[in-house]
């Protein structure tokens, strides 16, 4: 076997990572993990360190498959850690201990997650309105915990253009009983006075304190402040990034997907992301508990 | 001839702006001022006090068709004050001054549109970015007055669901070789800082200087204000009402026209208008000038 039949099957670990549009960071996050256990049992090399070395190159690449979801890179370099440990086991042993450290950090996100979700639902009474922008694993899943402990709460959902999130959380909570009130974008500002709380997941949180989430969704935090609504970011310590907000589009997408007439002179603009300030969130949750961040005009 | 007859005819005449779903404010309060012209001419009454009583019951009803919009009640206000004036007129000749005051008074309310596209033209320069919501006639004949006179200028124009209103006014704009940014209403935090000056229309003003107008201008506003963009409205004095704002949803229309799933328990709302407060306005532009209200954070 040469380097070149290596590179070509790292390539394909990461066209799976690259050509899935439809799931999220997290879930994506899981995924990067699986293709390198799965690369570490089945990849032809001579000896410990030859995989050791290939490894570290595919956790490289794979990192930088979508650099948006700061996630894939953290869970990635968590798992990269336990790599030198390998160094003094023989061959088969070291494939099976980098599998069996893979899962061990997909084991400590879907942990980390489950934190979360427990966290945020310590803080919620009986009959609570939760407003929520787009659609969000860790968001969808403490409306599932809701359900299951049966807390009542009630839901204020965004249907999220252009790619209707909305409608496929409402679908979601429809089938978990909980009452859904689903709006247009524009009228936020109308029913974020309604909510109790706005619950927002993240795709990334910055060294700021400040948010990387679909497009909107700093918009619905600033109307929350305006109406004396908290914002509540859950979000684990997986998504941490190390960088500074940067203001702007992120991950500009497709502009047919708007469905707009095509004219001269127009330019239709799908940015997907956007920069939550750090000042628009009142809470933090994360795998250790809830962090109180700003609370102006906040009524609870 | 029998008054129930003449009931029948004030019916019709209101029908034509009861179901008139498509055209703003400002063409529904002059149609109403062309209904009140047209029943003058061609109402069956005995005499001239007859015929002053008829105009003043079928004003009455005209202006209760579309409570929202205040600016058809005040165009038919200024046309009851001429009507005591009739009273020493014959018939014939009376009909006919009831019609030329009903002409002078839309008139009256041409000029005055006239007149706020100039206020605000003449506190526009030369590559000013101007943002705006929905569809306003008046936003959109400042536009056209930008491109009549050679003032370069560009816009960006939100999406405006359920109506996509955006759509329209882009392809107006196109036709003007105005440039146009065109983005989802949930955009519009991203793109805010782009624009020099948000400009919004009215269907109403109110009496502490609040604006009712498209579900959306609250939070492009609140958006402005963070990002330091000053919001002007643009609306004449025939769009200001007594009342003082309240808050809430305004006409809520069909919620199929957000095309959302049919789901158990998921209620769909599409309130069309909210109020933008009056903390929110920077400047109102009038017939009279531009009334400078509010610069918090404005950056020009």
């Known amino acids: 076997m040469t380097l ?3 590179q070509a099957r790292r390539q394909r670990h990461c066209r799976v990572l690259e050509q899935d549009l439809s799931r999220g960071a997290s879930a994506l996050a899981d995924q990067a993990l699986v293709e390198v256990a799965r690369f570490a049992r089945e990849c032809p090399v001579p000896d410990t360190a030859a995989l050791a070395a290939e490894l570290t190159l595919l956790a490289d690449e794979l990192a930088g498959t979508r650099p948006g979801m700061v996630v894939i890179a953290n869970g990635l370099a968590a798992w990269r850690q336990t790599l030198p440990a390998l160094s003094s086991l023989p061959l ?3 494939r099976q201990r980098a599998g069996e450290q893979a899962e061990a950090v997909r084991q400590q996100r879907v942990a980390a997650r489950r934190a979360v979700v427990a966290n945020t639902l310590a803080s919620l009474q009986p009959g609570t309105t ?12 403490l409306f599932a915990a809701c359900a299951e402990t049966g807390l009542a709460v009630s839901a204020i959902l965004t249907e999220s253009r252009p790619g209707y999130e909305g409608h496929a959380l409402a679908a979601r909570l429809s089938a978990l009983s909980i009452p859904v009130q689903l709006i247009t974008d524009a009228q936020m500002a109308l029913f974020v006075g309604q909510a109790d709380r706005v619950v927002l997941g993240a795709d990334t949180v910055l060294a700021d304190g400040s948010v990387i989430n679909k497009a909107g969704s700093a918009l619905l935090a600033l109307a929350a402040r305006e109406a004396g609504v908290p914002v509540w970011v859950l979000a684990d310590r997986f998504k941490t990034a190390t960088q500074e907000a940067v203001d702007g589009c992120h991950e500009e997408k497709a502009a047919d997907e708007l469905g707009a ?7 239709v603009r799908n940015c997907y992301f956007e920069v939550v300030p750090a000042a628009l969130i009142h809470t933090r949750v994360d795998e250790h ?6 609370a102006r005009k906040a009524k609870g």
């Open 289 to 294: 508990g809830a962090h109180w961040r700003f």
């Open 261 to 267: 007439p095509s004219l001269p002179g127009v330019r």
């Open 130 to 141: 939760l407003m929520t922008h787009s659609h969000s694993g860790a968001v969808e899943a």
């Open 92 to 94: 088969e042993q070291a």
């Open 4 to 6: 070149t039949d290596n």
